[in-house]
C-alpha cells in the first residue's frame, strides 16, 4: 500500500480532505510520511538548505541569539531551542560558534522540537558531544529565557487554503475524479477569521492559513516576553499571505504536488504578519531579507578568512556557498528572517524594529 492508495480509501469513504489534511498526511503520516521515513537533505535528497550549504549561516545565527542574550544580562540558566532541526547541522554549527561566549554553553539547555524519528536519530548523532533534549512541543519548553531558532520550519506545517467568492470563500480541498486524487473546493460560506482579508482580495483570490502556526508562536511569544530570550525565524514567504503557494520538490525539481503523496517534500510560503500576531506580546523585527541579514553581520568578512584556508575546488565551493546564502537572486532575497524579543529589548543584531 501507498499513502496515495490510503487517501483514496480514506476520500472514497470519508469524501474530501482538506489540502491542510492532505499536506499534513503527506508529510508526517507515521507510516508513509515524507519525513518520518527519510531524511530529504542534501545533493542526494530532494532540497537543500541554509545550514547544509555553508557553516558561515549557523555561525552568524548563533552569535546573533548569543548577542542578544549578552545585551539582555546574560541569564541563566536559558533554553536553547530549535524548532525541526533537521541533520542537526544548525544547531552543531550555533554551538560551536558561541563556544568561547563567556558563560552562554554553561547557562544553555539545549531542547530540539523535532516530528521526525529518523531526523532525532541524525540530531542526536551531530550533537552527540553535547547535552540535549527532544521534546514534542513548545508547549513542553520551560518557563525560562528562551533562545530559539527556526530554519525552513514554518514552511512544512500544513496550510488551509480558501478562495474567494463574493463576501464568502470556498475552502479548496482533496478529492477524487476518476479514481485520481485532484482538487476541488467546498460550498461558499464566511469565515470568520478572514474577515480582515475582504479588503484586500478579490473574487477568484487563494488565501492561506496556517493553524498549527499560531499555539506554536504563542508559546515561544509568551516565555520570551516573560523571561526574556529572541527567536531568529527564516523561512520563505511574506508579510501577508496571497494566492496558492503550495509547492513540490523531488530531486531538487518541482513535481505536482498530488501526484505521489509522500514521496516528494511539500511546503507553502509563510505568512509572517500571522506568526508576529500569534507571538504577540513579544515584539518583533521588519521582516528582513536574508541576505541582508547576512551582510549587516559580516558574512563577507568570515567568508574571507575560510577562503584563505582553502585552494581549489573547495575554494570555489566556497565562494559559491557564500553567493547562494546571500546573493538577491538565489537565496539572499526568497528567504527572509524575522525577529522575536522582549519590548523593552533591541532586536537581535542583524535586524531592526
Ligand atoms: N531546519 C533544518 C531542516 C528543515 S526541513 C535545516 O534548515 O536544514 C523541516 C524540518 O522540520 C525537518 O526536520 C522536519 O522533520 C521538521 N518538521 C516538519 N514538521 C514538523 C512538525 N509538525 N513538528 C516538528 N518538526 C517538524
Same mark, same amino acid.
Given at each position: 500500500m501507498s499513502l496515495r492508495d490510503h487517501l483514496i480509501a480514506r476520500i472514497t469513504s470519508q469524501g474530501p480532505i482538506t489540502v491542510a489534511d492532505f499536506m499534513g498526511e503527506a508529510l508526517l503520516?507515521?507510516?508513509?510520511g515524507y519525513y518520518t521515513t527519510r531524511d530529504p537533505l542534501g545533493a542526494a535528497g530532494d532540497f537543500t538548505t541554509a545550514p547544509e550549504i555553508s557553516q558561515m549561516f549557523g555561525e552568524l545565527v548563533g552569535l546573533s541569539l548569543a548577542q542578544s542574550w549578552l545585551d539582555q544580562g546574560a541569564p541563566n540558566p536559558f533554553t536553547l531551542a530549535e524548532l525541526?532541526?533537521?541533520?542537526?547541522t544548525l544547531m552543531a554549527d550555533i554551538v560551536r560558534a558561541t563556544a568561547r561566549v563567556p558563560g552562554f554553553h554553561a547557562a544553555a539547555r539545549i531542547m530540539l522540537i523535532e516530528a521526525s524519528p529518523t531526523l532525532r536519530a541524525a540530531q542526536t548523532r551531530a550533537l552527540a558531544a553535547h547535552s540535549i533534549e527532544h521534546i514534542?512541543?513548545? %508547549?513542553?519548553?520551560?518557563d525560562a529565557p528562551l533562545c530559539l531558532v527556526a530554519n525552513?520550519?514554518?514552511?512544512?506545517l500544513p496550510v488551509r487554503q480558501f478562495q474567494r467568492d463574493g463576501a464568502g470563500w470556498r475552502e479548496r480541498n482533496v478529492g477524487l475524479r476518476d479514481g485520481v486524487l485532484c482538487l476541488g473546493l467546498s460550498p461558499v460560506g464566511p469565515q470568520a477569521s478572514l474577515m480582515h482579508r475582504l479588503d484586500d482580495t478579490e473574487d477568484g483570490h487563494i488565501v492561506e492559513t496556517c493553524p498549527a502556526a499560531s499555539p506554536i508562536l504563542k508559546a515561544i511569544g509568551d516565555r520570551i516576553a516573560s523571561h526574556g530570550g529572541a527567536a531568529l525565524i527564516i523561512d520563505y514567504g511574506d508579510w501577508r499571505s496571497l494566492g496558492d503557494t503550495m509547492q513540490a520538490l523531488r530531486n531538487h525539481e518541482p513535481v505536482?504536488?498530488?501526484? %505521489?503523496?509522500?514521496?516528494a517534500d511539500l511546503t507553502a510560503h509563510v505568512d509572517f504578519e500571522a506568526l508576529c500576531a500569534a507571538a504577540a506580546p513579544a515584539a518583533h523585527s521588519r521582516v528582513t531579507p536574508q541576505g541582508i541579514f547576512l551582510e549587516r553581520l559580516g558574512i563577507t568578512a568570515r567568508a574571507q578568512a575560510l577562503a584563505a584556508k582553502l585552494d581549489g575546488p573547495a575554494l570555489e565551493a566556497h565562494i559559491a556557498a557564500h553567493r547562494r546564502l546571500t546573493h538577491p537572486e538565489e537565496m539572499g532575497n526568497l528567504f527572509k528572517v524575522l525577529g522575536l524579543f522582549p519590548d523593552h529589548a533591541a532586536p537581535p543584531p542583524g535586524l531592526e524594529r
Open positions: 503520516h507515521p507510516i508513509y525541526g532541526p533537521g541533520r542537526g514534542d512541543s513548545t %508547549d513542553a519548553l520551560p525552513e520550519f514554518f514552511d512544512a505536482d504536488p498530488l501526484a %505521489d503523496p509522500g514521496n
